[in-house]
């Protein structure tokens, strides 16, 4: 609640603390003169305690609850009491069933500007929260139809694990790089059993040529990957056609910051193909891109790794060189970068 709606409920809360003083300090609802901070708190936590804060005198601070947490008044402390008035809706007061719906930091009103002053701004990095009016919500699409797929494998538990954490990530960078590393894990699993198809066949002596292989730049494995993997190039020229939608990123990221593996390293050349035809056989055909010494097949893997992996470093390399991402590029990875990895990935583990 608010603080008018607390100041209306007071002749009607029941004994349990009968004296509800509320008040304002710097924009904060104080209630018995605790002030109850909604904030994101990592996952990693165990919510079944609840965590005391200390300063650096090891003065205590406050108390984390956390959400979920069942309010009953049999057991609940007066601070726990006070988060309670700020969670609960005046329609829900009263509620014998009732669990705080967000994770709060509780702190006493005279700490509050200690906290605010000395701690507040960097509790991510000391606590591993902050403060929920600073949170931005992740991005997310919109669909209505989701087309199953059958004869996939992943080959590894190692892929499973990966996947599935790709998709309990809720920011697209992260599942984005988590999709990424299923393919790194692709190119290892394909060495090894290389080798072991040597092993079965009595015959080492390409085994030289496979660890060459392993030993190359990260750029020359992924196109080892997809050159291998891919099976419809159509739905891949399509999918990289959709960057129209972002070319101030994709100039940025392909070519400010691009690097010499770019297979189409002239952006006018690049600009040109998105505005009139897209990456449509035909048309790279037309703008004598590709012909009978440069197939089509080659030339749409080899700007698909590339991209892919610009996309990746400027997601996982933070530091002078790279193109830094920002939230303001999560609707260029939700709604590009994302679909294009995820097809790559059906294709590249597919058993057909």
Known sequence: MNYTEITKIIEKVNNLFPIIESSEPNNYLSINNVVSIPIIISTHFDTEE??????????????????????????????????????????????TDYKLKRNYLALKQERLQEYLQDYNEYSSIWGGFYPEKLH????????????????????????????????QQPYAFERFLKKYHLLELLFDWQIVSEIKDLELSNDLSNVGVILRNYSRKDIERLNYVLE????????????????????????NI??????????LKDYLKFEDIINIGGFSKTNLETKKLINRNKPFEIFIYKITAYWIYRIRSSIAHQKI????????????VTQFCEPLIDEIIKQCFSDE
């Open 321 to 332: 060189g790279e193109y830094l991402m920002t939230s303001d590029d999560e609707d260029f």
């Open 254 to 263: 392909f070519y400010e910051y691009g690097k010499d593996s770019n297979p």
């Open 228 to 251: 291998k993997g891919i099976n419809d190039y159509y739905i891949i020229a399509s999918l990289l056609s959709k960057v129209e939608t972002f070319m101030d990123t994709a100039k």
């Open 50 to 95: 609840n965590i005391s804060i200390e300063n650096t005198s090891g003065e205590e601070l406050g108390t984390i609850f956390f959400a979920k947490e069942k309010i009953e008044e049999e057991n609940m402390s007066e601070t726990l009491y006070s988060v309670y008035l700020t969670d609960v809706d005046s329609s829900d007061f009263g509620n």
């Open 136 to 167: 931005q919500a992740p991005k997310t699409i919109r669909t209505t139809k989701i087309k199953a797929i059958k004869n996939l494998t992943l080959p590894t538990e190692w892929h499973k694990q990966n996947m599935l954490r790709a998709i």
